[in-house]
């Protein structure tokens, strides 16, 4: 398994008992892991056991989890007798048949037709017992969702690797020039200083020191070791398991650190071409980096 995508989307759904769990997984890019969750009234209970599942899958991003269940509850609704209100009915309604001399009998019926003296209510969930079946169309998203983000990662890592290819040979049209523009430079230093001379006699040695230090100045031979380094370790970052996207994010700012140091010290029209080309080769990867895990 190669490079992880942070977009995905999954869905699972089980039936059992009368009811319908169904849950969704939806995921984007981000820093960090952030889970926000949204769940079935009575099962906040279970939003620990859920943040620990979703934990082993992802390492970061922001994850959207939506569970819910739907169907028949009938098993969980209770009715609830307030015997003391019902008592004072019974106590008033025989205070009235005494007081005007009526008559009838007092019925569970009748008391029961009387506001508040039946309430029905909701028992909750027990969670330990749905748990498996809550469990099981978790992980049903949570691989759907998975499958999704290995195959965006396969592109994603495939269209790095053409990239890297792409900046390394820009990188080495550049370590090639660099000798024969050296050796350009001296040469028109050269023309320049026996220009503004004439017929004086340029000493030698004088001429070789400038053009020592003129080298010393432009010598990029330390940007490109690196830069052969930083690819070498990008090349085995594609290949790692687990969330590699921190380090290709470090490393592309190293690329681009080297890109613009080299710049810098050469000033020459063809390297700076070839330089514009590398950062805005680096600036797509990075684009594609921060969709990596």
Sequence with gaps: MGLKSMTGFGRGELASGGRVWTAEVRCVNNRYLDLKMKLPRGYALLEERIRRKVGVTYLRGRVDLFLSVSGDFSDLQEVKVHMALAAGYRDALQSLAEEFTLSGDITPQLLASYPDVLERQQKDED????????????????????????????????????????????????????????????????????????????????????????????????????????????????????????????????????????????????????????KSELEKMREQVQNIE
């Design 127 to 278: 969670l330990d017992a749905v748990w498996p079946l809550v469990e099981k169309v978790l992980d049903q998203a949570l691989e759907q969702c998975d499958t999704m983000r290995n195959q965006e990662g396969e592109a994603l890592a495939a269209d790095l690797i053409a990239r890297l290819g792409s900046f390394a040979k820009t990188v080495d049209v550049i370590e090639k020039s660099i000798p024969q523009m050296l050796e350009q430079r001296r040469l028109n230093l050269q023309d320049r200083v026996e220009k503004l001379l004439g017929n004086v006699q340029l000493d030698p040695a004088r001429l070789a020191q400038e053009i020592a230090l003129m080298a010393d100045k432009t010598d990029v031979t330390e940007e490109i070791v690196r830069l052969h380094c930083h690819i070498s370790q990008f090349t085995l970052f594609l290949t790692e398991e687990g969330g590699v996207g921190r380090k290709l994010d470090f490393l592309i700012q190293e690329f681009l650190r080297e890109v613009n140091t080299l710049a810098s010290k050469i000033n020459d029209a063809q390297v700076a071409h070839l330089t514009v080309e590398l």
